[in-house]
């Protein structure tokens, strides 16, 4: 049995009327592919901005790996291994593909306080950056400025950075947004080759993304978790399918 | 070729800088000695605050306190007799250091337009103070009576000598910045810059190296500020007027804020145009303005953008 890495215990958010977020638990177990999955409005980005610190719930804690980071900041919780990527792609436009990933190798190797030696000249930096480019298929793109790479290579790009932290963690906020049929492909193909050797939360709306690549899967409607469960049960939970599946899983 | 242009130019403009004490003597016009001292000067300054307007994303509009801090340390030293040049320019590098450390500690919190008035509005409080105290000249301001003496190694009264330490100075602060911008320091200021919240998910607190960038920029336009009381061996609370803090912005702008050597450029336009044309009508800010508007609007690297050819 797999040990804890992420739990969430009773959390609440609420804007002005709104519950975002109402008596959230969530367990995501060390290596599993965790999805979530949720109609549009249920609360996920709510949810996601409240495990990586960029917002703080009104109740409720969160813990990862054993330790209580609730009031910790992003970049707290990042130098903890909790990594992200974004719904709208977050990048440095005006870096090369290579200058984005070796930043984030640099904020996880040593100070940032040295002001005199070229960080672009560091080979430490530059190697690591350049084999988390290879192994999501930049390899070949690294002199490119992020702003000229195409879309799907953009979203790559993203999640590329991620890596370079070392994460334990990685939260992927809808990877397949806005990519063509090929792209899309890509990506699965790219996430199931971190899938084990990480433990990824996939907050996806793609139900093929979500059904290939998912250990588990936990279901958010109106900010309440109604299922969690593996993909089958998940498949044939009548709740579910009532509140949210409908015909696309009937189908 | 395009390297090749990039190593000519900074070499073309320092020959030329070098060669403009010859040249003042042999046409007998010591006037232009005075002038390009003094644009290297606010030089220093512009490139100062473009480390953290152009690079750190950080709107100043407050850099000319530094100015000030600079000037009215030396200037203060002096009016007790105490006229020794490093101990005057320590304290002008110190106590800008520790206004900028003050003044950011506060203002990096904000962000926006909320940066922009704190900054100014810390600089026009120095500004008000520098008018209120009455035993230094209040708005009259103060003559320096002797310059910084910094004995067996330079004469300050020695225009040349003068000329050179500026030219030294500059040059230094161009490469030390050239240094910073790459370094991993740098590339954490800029990133920040460019997208704060992916920054701060791949771990790093911006606050901490923004700060010190400001301390940085604070410091070294301390300098700039000791050189310019030095210079003009005068010393009033107008050298942080707020106008002063808009000139150094548009020195940045014009110059274009993606480069070190940029702002140079932009003081250099900016100073020579101003002298040109006020040489030619008194109503010579109803020339300047228009130009500086258009340049913003087509010159979307400045002046540096033209001259320098892009990396990637």
């Known amino acids: ?130 084999a988390i480019l290879e192994e999501v298929g930049l390899g070949g793109r690294s002199g490119v400025l992020a702003a000229n790479l195409a879309h799907g290579e953009q979203r790559a790009l993203e999640i590329a ?9 990685l939260l992927l906020d809808e990877p397949v947004a806005g990519m063509g049929v090929e792209e899309t492909q890509r990506m699965i193909a790219l996430l199931s080759f971190l899938k084990g050797g ?38 044939a939970n009548p709740e579910v399918r009532r509140a949210y599946l409908g015909e696309e899983v009937a189908a | 070729m395009n390297s090749r242009i990039r190593a000519i130019v900074p070499a073309a403009g320092l020959v030329l800088l070098a060669a403009v004490p010859l040249a003042a003597a042999l046409l007998d016009q010591p006037f232009y000695l005075d002038l390009v001292r003094r644009i290297m000067i606010f030089a220093i ?46 304290l002008a590098i110190g106590a800008s250091a520790l206004v900028a450390l003050a003044i950011g500690a506060i203002s990096i919190r904000t962000s926006g337009v909320y940066f922009i008035m704190i900054t100014l509005a810390f600089t026009q409080m120095l500004y008000y103070l520098g008018i209120s105290i009455e035993e230094y000249g209040g708005d009259d301001g103060m003559r320096l009576q002797v310059k910084s003496q910094f004995p067996g190694l330079i004469d300050l009264n020695d225009a040349n ?18 240094r910073l911008v790459d370094s991993r320091f740098g590339m954490v200021i800029r990133a920040a810059k460019s997208n704060e919240v992916r920054t701060r998910s791949i771990g ?12 940085i920029a604070g410091a070294v336009c301390g300098l700039a500020g000791a050189l ?79 001259v320098f050819a892009k990396n990637e």
């Open chain 2, 228 to 306: 310019l009381v030095n210079h003009t061996a005068y010393l009033t609370p107008e050298f942080m007027n707020w106008t002063r803090s808009g000139e150094l912005m548009f020195m940045v702008i014009l110059g274009g804020m993606e480069s070190i050597a940029g702002p140079v450029l932009g003081a250099f336009a900016l100073l020579l145009l101003e002298d040109a044309l006020s040489g030619w009508t008194q109503h010579w800010q109803l020339v300047l303005g228009p130009l500086l508007v258009l340049s913003v609007l087509f010159l979307k690297r400045g002046l540096a953008g033209l």
């Open chain 1, 161 to 169: 950075t991620a890596l370079a932290t070392r994460p334990r963690l």
């Open chain 2, 204 to 215: 790093f607190s911006p606050y901490p190296y923004r700060l010190a960038a400001f301390v």
């Open chain 1, 1 to 130: 049995m797999n040990r804890t890495l992420l739990e969430v215990r009773g959390l609440r958010k609420s804007f002005g009327a709104l519950l975002a977020s109402d008596d959230v638990d969530l367990e995501v177990l060390e290596g599993e592919t965790h999805a979530i999955i949720g109609p549009n409005g249920a609360g996920k980005t709510t949810l996601i901005s409240q495990l990586a610190g960029n917002l703080f719930p009104d109740r409720g804690r969160v813990l990862f790996a054993g330790e209580d980071i609730t009031a910790l900041s992003a970049p707290a919780r990042a130098r903890r291994g909790f990594a992200r990527s974004f719904q709208i792609t977050s990048i440095y436009p005006d870096f090369t593909a290579l200058e984005n990933v070796m930043l984030a190798v640099q904020a996880h190797s040593g100070s940032s306080f040295r002001f005199w030696r070229p960080a672009r000249e560091e080979p430490s930096l530059r190697s690591a950056a350049s």
């Open chain 2, 161 to 178: 000598a003068f000329y050179y330490l500026v030219l030294a100075i500059l040059v230094l602060a161009l490469f030390l910045g050239q």
């Open chain 2, 45 to 90: 300054a512009a490139l100062s605050l473009n480390l953290i307007l152009g690079y750190g994303g950080m709107i100043s509009f407050g850099h000319a306190a530094y100015l000030g801090v600079g000037a009215y340390a030396v200037g203060v030293l002096a009016h007790y007799g105490i006229n020794d040049g490093y101990l005057q320019w320590a």
């Open chain 1, 198 to 235: 990480k433990t990824l939360i996939l907050v996806e709306h793609d139900m093929d993304a979500v059904f290939s690549l998912a250990d588990r899967i936990s279901v958010l409607v109106y900010g309440r978790i109604i299922a969690t469960g593996a993909p089958e049960e998940i498949r």
